[in-house]
T-cell receptor, first 115, second 109 residues
Framework: GAVVSQHPSRVICKSGTSVKIECRSL??????MFWYRQFPKQSLMLMAT?????????EQGVEKDKFLINHASLTLSTLTVTSAHPEDSSFYIC???????????FGPGTRLTVL | GQNIDQPTEMTATEGAIVQINCTYQ??????LFWYQQHAGEAPTFLSY??LDGLEEKGRFSSFLSRSKGYSYLLLKELQMKDSASYLC??????????WGAGTKLIIKP
């Protein structure tokens, strides 16, 4: 498998501020990383596919100007939630897919609470 | 549209066996995955099926029938630590993962 880290694990911020979440692939050079959001008692929702050196591909309904993704290296992708609002409070998880079966390996997640 | 169905919640007894079913309707099929997710944590990969039949991995087994659009995850010798949500996900023809809502498994002593 692959080892993926995320930072921070938990963040509380005020409404209107921006929050940056880092996703690092520690033992695998990931040209592609995935960003998911999960609301309580719901399944994972793919937000965007982060591509190293190029623009991210966003899923329908996800605002690219609100959720800024930067994949500057093969080991780091960042998600910035701009002008966060309480409805952005969620569990944000990144993943990489190095495997033979296209299985995804997830980071530990970042729990964002917007007050 | 694409759809993954699995029960919302199941309860089982420690030491017993439980089967979690998943049915799917997707545009194409490139494999079915099962993930385990403990509360407040990210999912972890359990199994992958792309051909019909049973894949066994220790206490966990996963079965697939492509003609029926059906899979199940079988957990044997249940332990309290198996209490978690189990997510079924199918990779469609575009290699996009379609996720089920997950089955919350509650293990009682």
């Amino acid at each position: 498998g692959a080892v993926v880290s995320q930072h921070p694990s938990r963040v509380i911020c005020k409404s209107g501020t921006s929050v940056k979440i880092e996703c690092r692939s520690l033992d695998f050079q990931a040209t592609t990383m995935f960003w998911y959001r999960q609301f309580p008692k719901q399944s994972l929702m793919l937000m965007a596919t982060s591509n190293e050196g190029s623009k991210a591909t966003y899923e329908q309904g996800v605002e690219k100007d609100k959720f800024l993704i930067n994949h500057a290296s093969l080991t780091l992708s960042t998600l910035t939630v701009t002008s966060a609002h309480p409805e952005d409070s969620s569990f944000y998880i990144c993943s990489v897919s190095p495997g033979d079966y296209n299985e995804q390996f997830f980071g530990p997640g970042t729990r964002l609470t917007v007050l | 549209g694409q759809n993954i169905d699995q029960p919302t919640e199941m309860t089982a007894t420690e030491g017993a066996i439980v089967q979690i079913n998943c049915t799917y309707q997707t545009s194409g099929f490139n494999g079915l995955f099962w993930y385990q997710q403990h509360a407040g944590e990210a999912p972890t990969f359990l199994s992958y099926n792309v051909l019909d039949g049973l894949e066994e991995k220790g206490r966990f087994s996963s079965f697939l029938s492509r003609s029926k659009g059906y899979s199940y995850l079988l957990l044997k010798e249940l332990q309290m630590k198996d209490s978690a949500s189990y997510l079924c996900a199918v990779m469609d023809s575009n290699y996009q993962l379609i996720w089920g809502a997950g089955t919350k498994l509650i293990i009682k002593p």
